[in-house]
C-alpha cells in the first residue's frame, strides 16, 4: 500500500512563501516521477510542477521563476517552495507519484493540502 502525505499549506499575503511538503510511504521499489497539481474552485486540476528520477524539472508557465520543485529521494519526499504568491495561486495543492510496486507501475494521489493567498 503506497500512501501520500502533503503538509504545508495555510494562508499567506500577495507576495508572500510557503513552503509544501509530500511523503511518500509503503512498500515499493521506485518513484519515478513526482509532482504538484493544483485545483482551484470551479476549474480543472492542473500540473504546477513536476521532477523525475534523473532530477529534471518542469514547471507551468504561470509559476516559472517563483516556484520550485526539489525531492530528497532518500527521504522519499518531493518539496514545492512557493514565492511571490499570487491570489490566483489559490487552490487545492494535490502530491502525485509514479511508483512501482510488486503488483504494477501507477499513479498515486495524496488528499490534498489547501493553499490561500489572500490580504
Known amino acids: 500500500q503506497v500512501q501520500l502525505v502533503e503538509s504545508g499549506g495555510g494562508l499567506v499575503q500577495p507576495g508572500g512563501s510557503l513552503g509544501l511538503s509530500c511523503v511518500v510511504s509503503?512498500?515499493?521499489?521506485?518513484?519515478?516521477?513526482m509532482g504538484w497539481y493544483r485545483q482551484a474552485p470551479g476549474k480543472e486540476r492542473e500540473l504546477v510542477a513536476s521532477?523525475?528520477?534523473?532530477?529534471?524539472?518542469n514547471y507551468a508557465d504561470s509559476v516559472k521563476a517563483r516556484f520550485t520543485v526539489s525531492r530528497d529521494s532518500a527521504k522519499n519526499t518531493l518539496y514545492l517552495h512557493m514565492n511571490s504568491l499570487k491570489p490566483e495561486d489559490t487552490a487545492v495543492y494535490y502530491c502525485?507519484?509514479?511508483?512501482?510496486?510488486?503488483?504494477?507501475?501507477?499513479?498515486?494521489w495524496g488528499q490534498g493540502t489547501q493553499v490561500t493567498v489572500s490580504s
Open positions: 509503503g512498500t515499493f521499489y521506485k518513484i519515478m516521477i
Open positions: 521532477t523525475n528520477s534523473a532530477g529534471s524539472t
Open positions: 502525485n507519484a509514479l511508483v512501482t510496486t510488486t503488483r504494477d507501475t501507477q499513479y498515486y
